[in-house]
């Protein structure tokens, strides 16, 4: 059961960004390159997801 006031369909959507958000760090950390093939650090791999995880929570929608 979702927490009150979220939809099932809003959570699972939830979800699954944050999973591709993590396989997206998990690569970018062993190849320590970036989707675009620039060179990264585990650092910036990780810092990188973070934003993109805040960026989505900011507009996230109930």
Do not use: W
Not at 26 to 50: F, N, P, S, W, Y
């Amino acid at each position: 059961m979702p927490p009150s006031g979220f939809s099932q369909e809003a959570i699972n959507g939830l979800l699954v960004f944050v999973q591709e958000c993590y396989k997206d760090l998990l690569k970018e950390m062993k190849e320590g390159k970036d989707k675009h093939g620039r060179l990264v650090t585990e650092g910036q791999a990780i810092q990188k997801e973070l934003e993109q995880i805040g960026s989505y929570l900011k507009e996230f929608k109930i």
